[in-house]
Each structure stands twice: as structure tokens, then as C-alpha cells.
């Protein structure tokens, strides 16, 4: 008669403690591996916006030079894209939105106020889930990009109000010859830090 083997109570027990132990050690080095989101994102949202503003201002097409007094994404005169016409203060917002890979054709780039983000309703939104607040305006004044990097998810705050410890909305300051930077402390880190982990 053979006699079966088989596992104890003890040692079924013992094996799962062992396992709890590991994984309460292993837990706290793979959270601190994985990415903070909204710093990734705003990278993304960030060197989109790069691209896509470089490719403006330098179609001579769409931003031609004109009388000289324009130096760029200040000028509104009328242009032709994609066999729609494009003008006046939503021209930028147009043409950005005509370059990057929007959910709906619905473009909003009318708002209340100088700041878009006032309204709450973004101009627009791209696939990858970042909404984006264009400014409507001639760039005569300090003009920028806000981006919600995760839309509608809380906590759509930036961390400029001091009481948002993981912002995901961050601002991105254009020039009208197309320079860009930002003014943020949390986007100033974001950019700076070449790892995108935290």
C-alpha cells in the first residue's frame, strides 16, 4: 500500500505568510517605479504642442509675413487649409485644431473671456484624452495653452492654487514667433527631468 503525500495545513499556511511578507516588500519599490500620469502626459501634451506650433508659424502658407508688422501667429489674414478658410482671433485655434488628432470635428474656440478655461468647455479634445484650452486672440499679450491631461477626471486643478498636490492642468505660454515655454513650477519640473518616473 503506498502511502499519498500531500501539502499540511502548517505548510500551506506558512508558504502564504511567506508569500504576504514578499509582496509587502515588493509593493512599495514597484510604486515608486511606476509613472506619475500626469507628468507623462503633460510631456506628451507638451511636445505636441511644440510640433504642432513649429508647423504653424513656419507655413509660410498659413502665416505668411504680410506688411511686416506681424511676426507670426499674430497674423490674421485669411488663409486657406484643407479647402476651408481660416481668420481673425480663432485662426490659431483653428489651424492647431486642423493638425492634431481631434475626437469630434466640433471645434470651440469661442469663450467669454481672455481665459479659456473660465468657460470650463475645452476647445477641443484630442484622442489621447488631453483636453486642450487654446487661447482666441492677435498673441498681443501673454497668450497660452492650458491642457487638462486627464479631461474630465478629478482633480482638473493646477498646482498654482498651492492646495493641488497632483495637478493635471498645466499651461503652455506661446510667443508669436512660435517660441514657447513655461512659467509653472510643476511644468518647469515636469520638462526639466528627463526620466519619466517620480
Not at 27 to 49: C, D, G, Q, T, W
Not at 71 to 100: P, Q, R
Not at 159 to 177: H, K, Q, S
Request: charged share 25%.
Amino acid at each position: 500500500m503506498t502511502k499519498m503525500r500531500g501539502f499540511t495545513l502548517a505548510e500551506v499556511m506558512i508558504t502564504l505568510a511567506v508569500l504576504g511578507i514578499l509582496a509587502s516588500i515588493m509593493l512599495p519599490a514597484v510604486s515608486r517605479v511606476r509613472p506619475n500620469e500626469n507628468k507623462v502626459m503633460f510631456k506628451k501634451a507638451y511636445y505636441i504642442a511644440e510640433r504642432t506650433v513649429s508647423e504653424l508659424v513656419n507655413d509660410e502658407n498659413l502665416y505668411p509675413e504680410g506688411d511686416g508688422t506681424h511676426v507670426g501667429l499674430d497674423n490674421l489674414s485669411e488663409v486657406t487649409y484643407n479647402g476651408e478658410k481660416f481668420t481673425g482671433n480663432d485662426k490659431f485655434c483653428k489651424l492647431f485644431a486642423e493638425k492634431v488628432n481631434t475626437i469630434n470635428d466640433s471645434v470651440n474656440c469661442v469663450s467669454s473671456s481672455s481665459n479659456p478655461t473660465a468657460s470650463n468647455i475645452p476647445s477641443f479634445t484630442t484622442t489621447d484624452g488631453i483636453a486642450w484650452y487654446m487661447p482666441i486672440t492677435d498673441f498681443s499679450a501673454d497668450k497660452f495653452i492650458t491642457v487638462d491631461v486627464n479631461n474630465e477626471k478629478k482633480p482638473n486643478c493646477s498646482f498654482a492654487n498651492n492646495t493641488c498636490i497632483n495637478p493635471d492642468r498645466f499651461e503652455i505660454y506661446i510667443e508669436p514667433d512660435g517660441k514657447m515655454y513655461v512659467k509653472g513650477v510643476k511644468e518647469k519640473e515636469y520638462l526639466s527631468s528627463n526620466k519619466s518616473m517620480q
